[in-house]
């Protein structure tokens, strides 16, 4: 029996960390018996109506004390605001990314200081910890060692936060890990606040018919995951023992590293040419100031030795969500040919 | 005309860097017309005679607002909770080292948002940001590049500050930087609650006429500082440019790297045999433990690049400690013979 707990349970990447969750049935070999998701906004019906669901709606700073004094075994962090929205409203990203984690990480101490078996936590750091830096260039991967110097409040935010919770960790208060993602794409639905949406959007959108803006131009690269490469790599961070993890408690997720004009040439193999010329470039500085500032690419040899592995191709990404299309949202296709 | 605070003012370094700045009589080319001490405790009354001087005694965390209200042009950001004193009260060492810095950031950003020009701050930052990582083995000298890896809540909270400030910097809300102090020696007075006080206790007790205990064995090494050392370094960065500084706002601060064997030698060689001998060797495990968490040693390349240089010696830090007892303590060496 294990109680488990998502932050940002409602969210693109928990909601389907929890549809796999409850597939799964088991975390590290214990039948999950009740995954709460906790966000600002209600979980899907689809996953209510599963008997091991419940769902916390609320801030999760107002809510932190009373999730926490529930009892979990394990907690996936995931709640967060995006890069985008962090440098338009600092207060916000100070609140939604350093002040909700603190409150969380001191409910769970307080509740291991009470007698407590100290939980289990991921956290979903990210790989925007890394940015360029003329003392010391970024390597053309960053890897697991790299000194990380991140050109955003976002990035700021989640590295002040891995380092707080190796802390909490080392003091015994959770046992805690934090899984660094790349930029999870294809994401579905509509653009969100984060820079790298268009990381998505010029997939998503040509396949649904609609013209897509990209902001950068084509040679620029990025390391990438799928969302459902994303959500192994967080359960498999989960069911590492510390052995495994060693000293060091955050590490990279795997990631493939491409260029736009490698994810339009992707797009193009598998939907066709009508669809990629859907994309149009239009330069925004401030978007590309941004994702200026990050990696091109990535290694993760500590999640290798987990056994994670990158999508072997974009072609696979673009396919994977059609495929998801299919099952969630055949409107989400309606740009593509139908003998495709 | 310049208006300087000293957060940590009546302390050790603060007193001695507001005695530097009172007898310098400018900082970054402007005379230091007003130097306001905030403290815990009051500053000593040979510093409150300077018609420059003021203080502002209390908790940091609880006087912030109001003492950023009074509008300073530079802060030098020292007050903080010592290592030993963070590991035995985790509570202690967010409060004063993690919470109070970030209090201070947000109420000098207040200030700039509301039409203030953003102030210059210095934050003493630590060597203990540095720590072994079997992962990657510390390099004999930590330098500026090295990968940190805090092992104790004083070096986590210090290099969590050190990024806030790096961000609110980039966001233009303060001009900071980050001065990681090496083990400042010798300490006059009595033993802190830092877990490095034995570097400074190993000789101040001896030449007190006192027994000594040391609690880790004589090869261990560590980069120390000088007092006046560290306070010239904290000057130094305070009147560095951003464009001497470059992309990086966190340094290290010169060291002398010493083991505790060539630390006795020293003091052997100013003060004599006798005083060396009331030095007894008993180890301590808890001490010991976070000890051999520290660097070895360090090296500090971007802080010579600023003209800033290390002590010759740990003879020449031994002989100044002296000198300066002779002024402000003769008390404190009565351990030493008349000859000497």
Not at 99 to 126: E, I, K, N, Y
Request: proline share 7%; glycine share 8%.
């Amino acid at each position: 029996m294990t109680r488990i707990l998502i932050t940002g349970g409602a969210g693109f990447v928990g909601t389907r960390l929890a549809r796999t969750l409850l597939a799964r049935g088991t975390l590290a070999g214990r039948p999950v018996t009740t995954l709460v998701l906790a966000d600002q906004a209600p979980p899907r019906a689809e996953l209510l109506a599963d008997p091991r669901v419940q769902a916390r709606t609320g801030p999760l700073l107002a809510q932190c004390d009373a999730l926490v004094a529930e009892g979990f075994d394990g907690v996936f962090h995931l709640a967060s605001a995006v890069s985008g929205e962090c440098e338009a409203d600092f207060d916000l990203g100070l609140r939604s990314n350093l002040d909700s984690t603190r409150a969380l990480l001191d409910a769970l101490r307080a509740r291991t200081q009470a007698g407590g078996v100290a939980p289990r936590l991921v956290f979903s750091s990210s790989v925007a910890v890394f940015g360029p830096d003329p003392l010391q260039p970024l390597p053309a991967l960053v890897g697991d060692m790299t000194l990380p110097a991140p050109q955003t409040s976002y990035g700021t935010h989640k590295l002040a936060c891995e380092y707080l919770i190796a802390d909490y960790t080392r003091k015994g208060y959770v046992d805690g890990r934090s899984a660094r993602l790349m930029t999870v794409t294809v994401r579905p639905g509509r653009p969100n606040g984060a820079a790298s949406s268009f990381f998505s959007g010029i997939v998503r959108e040509p396949l649904a018919g609609l013209e897509a803006v990209c902001p950068v131009d084509e040679t620029v690269s990025h390391p990438v995951s799928s969302p459902q490469c994303t959500v192994d790599g967080l359960i498999a961070v989960y069911e590492a023992t510390r052995e495994q993890l060693g000293s060091r408690l955050a590490l990279n997720l795997p990631a493939l590293n491409v260029t736009v004009r490698q994810m339009l040439e992707a797009l193009e193999a598998v939907a066709g040419p009508a669809v990629r010329a859907r994309v149009r470039f239009e330069r925004d500085e401030r978007i590309a100031g941004i994702v200026a500032g990050w990696a091109r690419g990535a290694s993760a040899e500590r999640a290798a030795a987990l056994g994670l592995k990158p999508e072997p191709s974009f072609e696979h990404i673009v396919r994977r969500y059609i495929d998801d299309c299919r099952h969630d949202d055949p409107a989400a296709l309606r740009g593509l040919a139908h003998d495709r």
